[in-house]
């Protein structure tokens, strides 16, 4: 079976404009939550946020194309440029055919949407920005990224809620090991804090409302827990078939060694109580990588701090693990990100990469009170230096999806 290898990455989130200024941010447990800037939340029960800060889109396209461009897109098309020169990945007429597009999104361009909705009602419906329809679709991102590329290969997004990125890289996967491509940009990207996106959101009661003094929210796994906190951003991969990746010299940062996906098959929003589903992927993605569950030596959780959520992923990696489940380094870096849905996942798999190469594994911050029901080692606030071979990444999205990366140290 053909090998698949990650040879860069790329990524603009609440943390930092690129993959080396997130990842020190990440390590260092710096918070990314702060008071929204992106609309008036005077009507608002919730008024914090993990924003982009400082982003400028015309350090990446010109002006005019930005305008073209869904927030969202435009943090894809910064994140898939780092991450290509990060690889050293170019089309040729030869390669072109074979490099894919796996660019994921759980909504799309929302705040495009929000904005030709407004504009329909006032000034009118001719006023309606003539982009909107590429501006909003999901597979925008992919597109976009194929034609600054020049990659001519599968190019579409996977929409599977807050799994989406995780579940693009792993079709990404698949796609290298049938040979049906020879290298991939894979990720996601997000852009929801807008008025719609955290209405919502809030009214489904997931949101944390601690808007006068955020610097502890979101608190994964905590017993003092009051929901998630949303980010936004974009994060990109460049996965290669390895002797591909060999015959060009590339510079192999690890091994995307398996995946899996599951439904819980339960209810729309709330996972299954016991974990099931999420334990289930757990199992047959380590299946898929030929590893046995001892050989994990990190996990990045879905860790969303909800109470939901908290509850059913201790549960699945208490069955999927074992007694080994005790033994194992669990942190949320959503803790300091926030909830950048659809994007998350991609995020959390440079995390792991990075675990991996340097020894790091990240803590959970605003780690204060243990929860009963919680009781795994969740890294709480400071950075643990170890040997990381083996991680797992999970992602799990409303409508019962779950999906789960391995990477293992490259050998």
């Known amino acids: 079976m053909r090998r698949v290898v990650v040879t860069g990455y790329g990524t603009v989130n609440p943390l930092g404009l690129s993959a080396r200024e997130t990842w020190e941010n990440c390590r260092n447990g710096v918070s990314g939550v702060g008071r929204i800037t992106l609309f008036d939340t005077t009507q608002y029960l919730v008024k914090i946020?993990?924003?982009?800060?400082?982003?400028?889109?015309?350090?990446?396209?010109?002006p005019a194309e930005a305008r073209r461009r869904d927030r969202c897109q435009q943090f894809s098309t910064a994140a898939a440029k780092e991450a290509v020169a990060h690889s050293g990945l170019a089309a040729t007429d030869e390669s072109a055919g074979r490099i894919a597009v796996m660019m994921?999104?759980?909504?799309?361009?929302?705040?495009?949407?929000?904005?030709?909705?407004?504009?329909?009602?006032?000034?009118?419906?001719?006023?309606?920005?003539?982009?909107t329809i590429p501006m909003l679709?999901?597979?925008?991102?992919?597109?976009?990224?194929?034609?600054?590329?020049?990659?001519?290969?599968?190019?579409f997004s996977v929409a599977s809620a807050c799994a989406s990125s995780s579940d693009g890289i792993g079709t990404a996967w698949q796609m290298i090991r049938a040979g049906i491509a020879d290298a991939a940009i894979a990720g996601g990207t997000?852009?929801?804090?807008?008025?719609?996106?955290?209405?919502?959101?809030?009214?489904?009661?997931?949101?944390?409302?601690?808007?006068?003094?955020?610097?502890?929210?979101?608190?994964?796994f905590d017993k003092n827990?009051?929901?998630?906190?949303?980010?936004?951003?974009?994060?990109?991969?460049?996965?290669?078939e390895l002797e591909f990746a060999q015959r060009r010299g590339a510079n192999i940062l690890a091994?995307?060694?398996?995946?899996?996906?599951?439904?819980?098959?339960?209810?729309?929003?709330?996972?299954?109580?016991?974990?099931?589903?999420?334990?289930?992927?757990?199992?047959?993605?380590?299946?898929?990588a030929g590893l046995n569950p001892d050989q994990?030596?990190?996990?990045?959780a879905h860790g969303t701090a909800t109470l939901l959520n908290d509850l059913a992923e201790t549960r699945?990696?208490?069955?999927?693990?074992?007694?080994?489940?005790?033994?194992?380094?669990?942190?949320?870096?959503?803790?300091?990100?926030?909830?950048?849905?659809?994007?998350?996942?991609?995020?959390?798999?440079?995390?792991?990469?990075?675990a991996i190469r340097e020894g790091v594994v990240p803590p959970t911050i605003h780690y204060t009170e243990r929860d009963p029901e919680c009781n795994l080692d969740y890294v709480p606030n400071v950075a643990r230096a170890q040997p990381v071979a083996v991680t797992l990444s999970n992602s799990f999205g409303f409508g019962g999806h779950n999906s789960v990366l391995v990477f293992k140290r490259f050998s």
């Open 255 to 288: 091994e995307l060694a398996g995946y899996a996906a599951t439904a819980d098959s339960f209810h729309i929003t709330a996972p299954h109580a016991t974990g099931v589903g999420g334990a289930a992927a757990m199992a047959q993605a380590l299946d898929s």
């Open 296 to 300: 994990v030596d990190y996990i990045n």
């Open 49 to 62: 946020a993990c924003e982009v800060k400082n982003f400028d889109p015309s350090r990446y396209m010109e």
């Open 137 to 155: 679709m999901p597979n925008g991102p992919s597109g976009l990224i194929a034609i600054d590329h020049g990659f001519k290969g599968p190019a």
């Open 316 to 354: 699945a990696i208490n069955s999927a693990f074992g007694s080994h489940a005790l033994h194992i380094p669990v942190s949320s870096t959503k803790s300091m990100t926030g909830h950048m849905m659809g994007a998350t996942g991609a995020l959390e798999a440079i995390f792991c990469i990075q």
């Open 225 to 240: 827990r009051d929901g998630l906190v949303m980010g936004e951003g974009a994060a990109a991969l460049v996965l290669e």
């Open 104 to 131: 994921s999104s759980a909504i799309g361009g929302l705040i495009s949407l929000e904005t030709a909705t407004h504009t329909t009602k006032d000034p009118g419906p001719r006023r309606v920005n003539p982009f």
């Open 190 to 220: 997000e852009a929801t804090i807008c008025s719609v996106g955290i209405a919502a959101f809030d009214r489904l009661g997931a949101l944390s409302r601690r808007n006068d003094d955020y610097s502890m929210t979101p608190q994964p």
